[in-house]
């Protein structure tokens, strides 16, 4: 009796089991529950188990992980649903396998019969394969020179990147003009020879040169593409430039040819054997051969045995040594006729500094050896009238004698003179050692850091090299500016200015600055003003900061810790004479000190305390002598007092003048009750002078209209020339104060059709030209053109003031009234707070995480004369203009206007500069020459550079703005 059917069973004969076997893929049968219910081993294998008998039974929705369950559950479910075969693919734990699901029905009941076949090592190679394409393809694309595939129909199959730049890009179908017209070329030669390839598969070589002078090395190599089909791979490289340096090689070479042969001196070339490699014509024909004949001969083999053994051997000791030879040799040459030369021989070197030859010269000097004896015969004459007075000569001795004590005491006086020479010298030496090493360790830096730059992988690392570059650069013009200095007081050359200035705004920003340095260790820097100390004085600030800055600076090299005391003061007794007073400055320390024996030469050109090679502070040692010399020139002098160990005190007095009324009026408003002078002048209505400011640039209109304003001005503003000649055509002014670069029309036409047209204003009317350029010439162009005077942007207002008072002096002024007119006009211009150079209230609201330099916030409000609020303003333009000029770029950009580019950069490039965002300008004034030439691509990434470096310095102006309003209010 036969069992019950199991709904399970599944029935094979032995044969169809053999095939299952033997089939050379993964092969099983499943009911709908997933269950195995025949198998071979591969199957069994792919789930993970030993052999098919471990997988009959079992279902398969258990041996398969959760994350490929549910497709399998939907991949089996539709085989069942559908009577065609199904082909999916699939993992099966890890691996990939291209399954084909069949039905089968067996006694009424379904079943699906499933072949598998791992292809994941298929697929791998398949994603090599391509990997490599695409490798092979990014070479080809990267390649300097072009790369093109050519068939048998002078179809182009594939041209790599620099083949589209060169020829353009192939049709769609392939084709090309440079090779459809290559049958039509009277030149068989160029690419035509493409076509011979194709007929005879060789590789071939060639140069073409194109209708437009370009030079190029092809390469032609036959080859069979996927299809079968023949193809040429064509290689060419541009050869244009090698090619004319060959030929400007053969021309110079032809040059030195012609030189050699026309000096009539005997000249030689030999190689490291010692043979002849080149000679001129007038060796050629003292020996009686050619150059031709004469190449590969040693010396003997010219001139024999007798004489050319002599020569030979000297050019072996000169190969030998390596060392220049020169000795006066007697021969004869072909003729027969006996010679003198002076004969020079050098070694030649290569790369590695191996001798590889020699190069000789000889001069005919027969008639200067005629010459000698004649004088040795004369000289032997002169010996024996020399022996006659001999006798002469003693009897002179004894007078001699009684002057010896006078030559001695010569001789001692030129032997002191000789070792000051000699102490000079060395001081020297060392003093050229010591600037070679300053030089080079700032150099070194900048060198490595552009190096890095060019490798940075972020703007941040980029930006983080450009501020060594820029630290070291500064280093590196500090340590020029002082041995130009040097010079010039070696030259008596050095001019001093005596203008007003702030001393107070001097002493603290120079403390300030030095406070940045000493903050690298644990050194403090102390600054007390004697109330005695006038704030405003006449006298050169530039020169006295520099002598602050080289004693303060020296100071906190040699303090490894404690403090630097600056204390300024005027000087004791009487020193108040014709307009001039004397003002004693100090600089204390509690440093290394400064040995007694040391203390006297250290104000001494080229001196220091340590010469020796090892010095641990670095330094010139020109420091204290150019002060030493600057404070001689200023009318004073200086000392040191020091004990070594435990610090110095370096004192020095200078003469400077006293301000007038109308300069205290001008510079120092607050000082002695000239600003209630000032401001009576406004509350009266009274202006001082009509400004037109032309300008296309906001933050600069704000600027001058507020500095203008504050100083008693009527201040109109102008956008173009355009608008600037329009105003002038009915509206008087005393003073144009003109920008050069702008749109529409430039500031130098401006000017010039002022001068010349009819206005409101008079023909000579004072124009003050204000640009960002500053190079050599400008000047006298802008002057030229009909300007009166040149300012360089950013503008100092402090000198801007003073070239506005010098040409308005004497002039009749416009009618004007302050009141209703722009600048003057606005209350909170004319009442503004000046708050000093490094006050705590500005310090401590603005200085905390400020992205800017010190020194370029310095500098920015040196140049609005010290006035914070000034810059505040400034800065608020800044904030709300930069990101739309820096959008406007953009548009510029993208519309292809060039001209507008630049001058968008140029603007930018001040406006940054004006508030002291030196990174940002930077960045422009590298951008600004490169705006017409450069690619599209290039130029949005520096605008994109600008935008970014603006923007950090926009987002903490705007926070830093925000709070100092919620802290006023």
Same mark, same amino acid.
């Given at each position: 009796?036969?069992?019950?059917?199991?709904?399970?069973?599944?029935?094979?004969?032995?044969?169809?089991?053999?095939?299952?076997?033997?089939?050379?893929?993964?092969?099983?049968?499943?009911?709908?529950?997933?269950?195995?219910?025949?198998?071979?081993?591969?199957?069994?294998?792919?789930?993970?188990?030993?052999?098919?008998?471990?997988?009959?039974?079992?279902?398969?929705?258990?041996?398969?992980?959760?994350?490929?369950?549910?497709?399998?559950?939907?991949?089996?479910?539709?085989?069942?649903?559908?009577?065609?075969?199904?082909?999916?693919?699939?993992?099966?734990?890890?691996?990939?396998?291209?399954?084909?699901?069949?039905?089968?029905?067996?006694?009424?009941?379904?079943?699906? #019969?499933?072949?598998?076949?791992?292809?994941?090592?298929?697929?791998?190679?398949?994603?090599?394969?391509?990997?490599?394409?695409?490798?092979?393809?990014?070479?080809?694309?990267?390649?300097?020179?072009?790369?093109?595939?050519?068939?048998?129909?002078?179809?182009?199959?594939?041209?790599?990147?620099?083949?589209?730049?060169?020829?353009?890009?192939?049709?769609?179908?392939?084709?090309?003009?440079?090779?459809?017209?290559?049958?039509?070329?009277?030149?068989?030669?160029?690419?035509?020879?493409?076509?011979?390839?194709?007929?005879?598969?060789?590789?071939?070589?060639?140069?073409?040169?194109?209708?437009?002078?370009?030079?190029?090395?092809?390469?032609?190599?036959?080859?069979?593409?996927?299809?079968?089909?023949?193809?040429?791979?064509?290689?060419?490289?541009?050869?244009?430039?090698?090619?004319?340096?060959?030929?400007?090689?053969?021309?110079?070479?032809?040059?030195?040819?012609?030189?050699?042969?026309?000096?009539?001196?005997?000249?030689?070339?030999?190689?490291?054997?010692?043979?002849?490699?080149?000679?001129?014509?007038?060796?050629?024909? =003292?020996?009686?051969?050619?150059?031709?004949?004469?190449?590969?001969?040693?010396?003997?083999?010219?001139?024999?045995?007798?004489?050319?053994?002599?020569?030979?051997?000297?050019?072996?000791?000169?190969?030998?040594?390596?060392?220049? *030879?020169?000795?006066?040799?007697?021969? *004869?040459?072909?003729?027969?006729?006996?010679?003198?030369?002076?004969?020079?021989?050098?070694?030649?070197?290569?790369?590695?500094?191996?001798?590889?030859?020699?190069?000789?010269?000889?001069?005919?000097?027969?008639?200067?050896?005629?010459?000698?004896?004649?004088?040795?015969?004369?000289?032997?004459?002169?010996?024996?009238?020399?022996?006659?007075?001999?006798?002469?000569?003693?009897?002179?001795?004894?007078?001699?004698?009684?002057?010896?004590?006078?030559?001695?005491?010569?001789?001692?006086?030129?032997?002191?003179?000789?070792?000051?020479?000699?102490?000079?010298?060395?001081?020297?030496?060392?003093?050229?050692?010591?600037?070679?090493?300053?030089?080079?360790?700032?150099?070194?830096?900048?060198?490595?850091?552009?190096?890095?730059?060019?490798?940075?992988?972020?703007?941040?690392?980029?930006?983080?090299?450009?501020?060594?570059?820029?630290?070291?650069?500064?280093?590196?013009?500090?340590?020029? &500016?002082?041995?130009?200095?040097?010079?010039?007081?070696?030259?008596?050359?050095?001019?001093?200015?005596?203008?007003?200035?702030?001393?107070?705004?001097?002493?603290?920003?120079?403390?300030?600055?030095?406070?940045?340095?000493?903050?690298?260790?644990?050194?403090?820097?102390?600054?007390?003003?004697?109330?005695?100390?006038?704030?405003?004085?006449?006298?050169?600030?530039?020169?006295?900061?520099?002598?602050?800055?080289?004693?303060?600076? &020296?100071?906190?090299?040699?303090?490894?810790?404690?403090?630097?005391?600056?204390? =300024?003061?005027?000087?004791?007794?009487?020193?108040? #004479? &014709?307009?001039?007073?004397?003002?004693?400055?100090?600089?204390?320390?509690?440093?290394?000190?400064?040995?007694?024996?040391?203390?006297?030469?250290?104000?001494?050109?080229?001196?220091?305390?340590?010469?020796?090679?090892?010095?641990?502070?670095?330094?010139?040692?020109?420091?204290?002598?150019?002060?030493?010399?600057?404070?001689?020139?200023?009318?004073?002098?200086?000392?040191?007092?020091?004990?070594?160990?435990?610090? +110095?005190?370096?004192?020095?007095?200078?003469?400077?003048?006293?301000?007038?009324?109308?300069?205290?009026?001008?510079?120092?408003?607050?000082?002695?009750?000239?600003?209630?002078?000032?401001?009576?002048?406004?509350?009266?209505?009274?202006?001082?002078?009509?400004?037109?400011? !032309?300008?296309?640039?906001?933050?600069?209109?704000?600027?001058?209209?507020?500095?203008?304003?504050?100083?008693?001005?009527?201040?109109?503003?102008?956008?173009?020339?355009?608008?600037?000649?329009?105003?002038?055509? !009915?509206?008087?002014?005393?003073?144009?104060?003109?920008?050069?670069?702008?749109?529409?029309?430039?500031?130098?036409?401006?000017?010039?059709?002022?001068?010349?047209?009819?206005?409101?204003?008079?023909?000579?009317?004072?124009?003050?030209?204000?640009?960002?350029?500053?190079?050599?010439?400008?000047?006298?162009?802008?002057?030229?053109?009909?300007?009166?005077?040149?300012?360089?942007?950013?503008?100092?207002?402090?000198?801007?003031?003073?070239?506005?008072?010098?040409?308005?002096?004497? *002039?009749?002024? #416009?009618?004007?009234?302050?009141?209703?007119?722009?600048?003057?006009?606005?209350?909170?211009?004319?009442?503004?707070?000046?708050?000093?150079?490094?006050?705590?209230?500005?310090?401590?609201?603005?200085?905390?995480?400020?992205?800017?330099?010190?020194?370029?916030?310095?500098?920015?409000? +040196?140049?609005?004369?010290?006035?914070?609020?000034?810059?505040?303003?400034?800065?608020?333009?800044? #904030?709300?203009?930069?990101?739309?000029?820096?959008?406007?770029?953009?548009?510029?950009?993208? &519309?292809?206007?060039?001209?507008?580019?630049?001058?968008?950069?140029?603007?930018?490039?001040?406006?940054?500069?004006?508030?002291?965002?030196?990174?940002?300008?930077?960045?422009?004034?590298?951008?600004?020459?490169?705006?017409?030439?450069?690619?599209?691509?290039?130029?949005?990434?520096?605008?994109?550079?600008?935008?970014?470096?603006?923007?950090?310095?926009?987002?903490?102006?705007?926070?830093?703005?925000?709070?100092?309003?919620?802290?006023?209010?």
């Amino acid at each position: 009796m036969s069992s019950p059917k199991s709904s399970s069973a599944f029935s094979m004969d032995p044969h169809s089991q053999a095939l299952f076997d033997a089939a050379d893929e993964a092969v099983f049968v499943l009911d709908e529950a997933g269950v195995a219910l025949a198998s071979n081993d591969l199957a069994a294998h792919a789930f993970g188990l030993a052999s098919k008998d471990a997988l009959l039974g079992r279902s398969l929705f258990s041996l398969l992980p959760p994350d490929t369950l549910g497709e399998f559950r939907k991949e089996l479910s539709a085989a069942f649903s559908q009577d065609e075969p199904l082909h999916v693919e699939g993992e099966i734990l890890g691996r990939t396998y291209r399954m084909a699901m069949t039905t089968v029905k067996e006694q009424d009941e379904k079943r699906v #019969v499933v072949f598998s076949r791992d292809v994941t090592d298929e697929k791998r190679a398949d994603e090599h394969l391509r990997r490599e394409q695409q490798r092979q393809i990014f070479y080809m694309e990267s390649l300097p020179g072009f790369v093109a595939t050519v068939d048998q129909n002078l179809t182009i199959r594939y041209a790599n990147r620099a083949f589209r730049q060169r020829f353009g890009k192939p049709a769609k179908d392939g084709t090309h003009a440079s090779f459809a017209e290559c049958e039509l070329n009277a030149d068989r030669g160029a690419l035509c020879r493409v076509s011979e390839i194709l007929k005879e598969p060789q590789q071939d070589t060639w140069e073409w040169e194109t209708p437009d002078g370009q030079t190029y090395q092809l390469f032609g190599h036959p080859m069979t593409d996927v299809d079968g089909s023949r193809v040429v791979m064509l290689l060419g490289f541009d050869i244009t430039h090698r090619r004319a340096a060959e030929r400007a090689l053969l021309q110079a070479q032809a040059h030195q040819r012609a030189i050699l042969d026309s000096v009539p001196s005997l000249v030689w070339l030999k190689d490291k054997d010692c043979r002849f490699r080149e000679v001129n014509s007038a060796y050629a024909a =003292a020996c009686g051969r050619s150059s031709k004949e004469l190449e590969g001969l040693d010396e003997v083999e010219v001139w024999g045995a007798e004489q050319g053994a002599f020569f030979f051997e000297q050019d072996q000791e000169v190969i030998r040594s390596g060392k220049k *030879r020169v000795e006066d040799v007697e021969f *004869r040459d072909a003729s027969g006729a006996t010679r003198w030369v002076e004969s020079t021989r050098v070694p030649l070197f290569d790369g590695n500094g191996e001798v590889i030859g020699l190069a000789g010269i000889s001069h005919d000097i027969t008639s200067r050896k005629e010459v000698q004896d004649e004088l040795r015969y004369s000289n032997e004459e002169l010996e024996q009238r020399v022996r006659l007075r001999t006798r002469e000569l003693e009897e002179s001795n004894e007078a001699l004698r009684r002057e010896s004590k006078e030559h001695k005491r010569t001789a001692d006086k030129l032997e002191r003179a000789r070792k000051r020479a000699e102490s000079l010298s060395r001081a020297k030496s060392d003093f050229l050692a010591n600037v070679s090493h300053e030089i080079r360790t700032p150099l070194n830096a900048i060198l490595g850091a552009a190096e890095l730059a060019e490798l940075a992988e972020s703007p941040e690392e980029s930006q983080r090299y450009l501020e060594i570059i820029r630290l070291s650069g500064k280093t590196l013009s500090n340590l020029v &500016n002082d041995i130009l200095d040097f010079s010039k007081m070696e030259a008596y050359r050095l001019r001093l200015e005596h203008v007003p200035f702030d001393l107070y705004a001097l002493l603290r920003g120079m403390r300030d600055s030095m406070a940045v340095v000493a903050q690298e260790g644990t050194i403090g820097v102390r600054l007390e003003i004697n109330d005695n100390l006038p704030q405003w004085v006449k006298g050169d600030p530039v020169r006295l900061r520099q002598i602050l800055d080289n004693l303060v600076g &020296n100071a906190i090299k040699f303090t490894r810790e404690g403090e630097v005391v600056i204390k =300024a003061s005027s000087a004791p007794g009487a020193n108040d #004479v &014709n307009g001039f007073q004397r003002l004693l400055f100090s600089v204390s320390d509690t440093g290394i000190g400064i040995p007694l024996d040391k203390q006297s030469v250290i104000f001494k050109d080229f001196e220091q305390a340590d010469t020796s090679i090892s010095r641990e502070y670095g330094g010139t040692g020109l420091g204290l002598a150019i002060s030493r010399k600057l404070v001689e020139t200023m009318g004073g002098n200086i000392a040191v007092v020091s004990e070594e160990g435990r610090g +110095s005190t370096f004192s020095f007095t200078i003469q400077v003048g006293k301000l007038n009324a109308q300069e205290m009026q001008m510079f120092a408003p607050d000082v002695a009750g000239a600003d209630e002078a000032q401001r009576a002048l406004l509350a009266e209505g009274e202006s001082r002078g009509v400004i037109l400011v !032309v300008d296309d640039n906001a933050m600069n209109q704000e600027l001058m209209r507020m500095a203008l304003g504050t100083k008693g001005y009527t201040v109109h503003n102008a956008y173009s020339g355009e608008d600037a000649l329009e105003f002038l055509s !009915v509206q008087p002014v005393d003073l144009v104060l003109m920008d050069i670069q702008m749109p529409e029309m430039d500031g130098l036409t401006a000017v010039k059709k002022l001068r010349k047209q009819r206005l409101a204003v008079p023909s000579d009317v004072p124009v003050i030209a204000m640009t960002a350029h500053a190079l050599p010439g400008d000047r006298e162009r802008m002057i030229k053109a009909g300007c009166d005077d040149y300012l360089a942007k950013p503008v100092d207002m402090k000198e801007l003031f003073g070239i506005m008072e010098r040409y308005l002096s004497g *002039r009749p002024r #416009v009618a004007a009234q302050i009141r209703g007119a722009s600048g003057a006009g606005e209350e909170n211009d004319a009442a503004s707070v000046d708050m000093p150079l490094g006050s705590p209230a500005d310090q401590g609201a603005r200085a905390s995480n400020d992205p800017r330099h010190p020194d370029d916030v310095r500098r920015a409000l +040196s140049l609005l004369g010290n006035r914070t609020d000034l810059l505040h303003r400034l800065e608020e333009v800044y #904030v709300r203009q930069g990101p739309k000029d820096v959008e406007a770029m953009r548009d510029a950009l993208r &519309n292809g206007a060039r001209d507008d580019l630049k001058r968008l950069v140029h603007l930018f490039k001040s406006t940054a500069a004006t508030v002291g965002d030196r990174a940002t300008s930077e960045i422009a004034r590298s951008m600004e020459p490169l705006a017409m030439d450069a690619s599209e691509q290039e130029l949005f990434g520096m605008v994109d550079m600008i935008a970014e470096s603006s923007g950090r310095m926009v987002e903490w102006l705007g926070k830093s703005n925000d709070g100092n309003e919620k802290k006023s209010s």
